[in-house]
């Protein structure tokens, strides 16, 4: 079992950035893929980006490719999301997952059932 709490969101203008950070309890943290989603009001939840347990590789949508990194820090049982230039489009809830697995398709990471623990998500609102 692991708890996750994010934190780092906020109301900023366009052209921005942001750093989110999500929080694992558990001894066990390295063993989990980690991914960010965001959810807008009255969309589905969108995957972000994903990096593996050994941080061997890191996934991003494209959506946001050139714009947002994906981190993680083992020692501090963290991940993180780099988001810079912020658009109003990136307005969401952000929420972080664990998965208990490691999958050998990435396309697996993109999707939210792959994922089992949750966050309660951080509200990021960008405005124009």
């Known amino acids: 079992q692991v708890q996750l709490v994010e934190s780092g969101g906020g109301l900023m203008q366009a052209g921005g950035s942001l750093r989110l950070s999500c929080a694992a309890s558990?001894?066990?943290?390295?063993?989990?893929?980690m991914a960010w989603f965001r959810q807008a009001p009255g969309k589905e939840r969108e995957f972000v980006g994903a990096v593996t347990t050994s941080v061997s590789s890191t996934y991003i949508a494209d959506s946001v490719k050139e714009r947002f990194t994906i981190s993680r820090d083992n020692a501090a049982n963290t991940v993180y999301l780099q988001m810079n230039s912020l658009k109003p489009e990136d307005t969401a809830v952000y929420s972080c997952?664990?998965?208990?697995?490691?999958?050998?398709?990435?396309?697996?990471?993109?999707?939210?059932?792959?994922?089992?623990?949750w966050g309660q998500g951080t509200q990021v609102t960008v405005s124009s």
């Open positions: 997952a664990a998965s208990r697995f490691s999958y050998s398709s990435a396309s697996s990471y993109f999707r939210p059932n792959s994922y089992h623990f």
């Open positions: 558990g001894r066990t943290f390295t063993m989990y893929p």
